[in-house]
T-cell receptor
């Protein structure tokens, strides 16, 4: 597609549930990034994929968070046993090569109740 | 210490004013620098890259001081439409991007 697509745009889930957030990057972009943004804060780095592999997952806050990109295109961010503190906007971005300016998707607003 | 630090503002300026934002970064090995703009409840969008020699794009001027690990953004002749949050961005060790918390600008008539 023309831009980075994220689904769903909004997700409300109960504490303790499992959620999956999807990102479809710009076609041909090898680098894909996940960020989390809380109100009044800048995007917080979570994980960076170069192709199918995670080049840097140092931002994942704990082992409840996991992300995959099995075919080097679409990526899924998975959160187990969600907590209220996980509520945030989850942003995905892609770029043609790592380190160049990104294009962001419009994000998934996750609310854990 | 945060990797990228910005004055959160808010900056409230009248139309036509000149306003400057500053940013410092901690990773001396960083090579890529950007300013992003984020409107309320929208995703960040690339405003401009920042080059070592400084660069200008219309009313916007970006400067980089590697020795001081400092980046700036100057906006001249502010417009109402410039109201947004401006995010300073620096690449990390693995070429991922690290964002500051943003500086909020409101331009008033």
């Amino acid at each position: 597609g023309a831009g980075v697509s994220q689904t769903p745009s909004n997700k409300v889930t109960e504490k303790g549930k499992y959620v999956e957030l999807r990102c479809d990057p710009i076609s041909g972009h090898t680098a894909l990034y996940w960020y989390r943004q809380s109100l009044g804060q800048g995007p917080e780095f979570l994980i960076y994929f170069q192709g199918t592999g995670a080049a840097d997952d140092s931002g994942l806050p704990n082992d409840r968070f996991f992300a995959v990109r099995p075919e080097g295109s679409v990526s899924t961010l998975k959160i187990q046993r969600t907590e209220r503190g996980d509520s945030a906007v989850y942003l995905c971005a892609s770029s043609p090569v790592g380190g160049a300016g990104y294009t962001f998707g419009s994000g998934t607003r996750l609310t854990v109740v | 210490r945060k990797e990228v630090e910005q004055d959160p503002g808010p900056f409230n300026v009248p139309e036509g004013a000149t306003v400057a934002f500053n940013c410092t970064y901690s990773n001396s090995a960083s090579q890529s620098f950007f300013w992003y703009r984020q409107d309320c409840r929208k995703e960040p969008k690339l405003l401009m890259s920042v080059y070592s020699s400084g660069n200008e794009d219309g009313r916007f001027t970006a400067q980089l001081n590697r020795a001081s690990q400092y980046i700036s953004l100057l906006i001249r002749d502010s417009k109402l439409s410039d109201s947004a949050t401006y995010l300073c961005v620096v690449n990390g060790d693995n070429n991922d991007m690290r964002f500051g918390a943003g500086t909020r600008l409101t331009v008033k008539p």
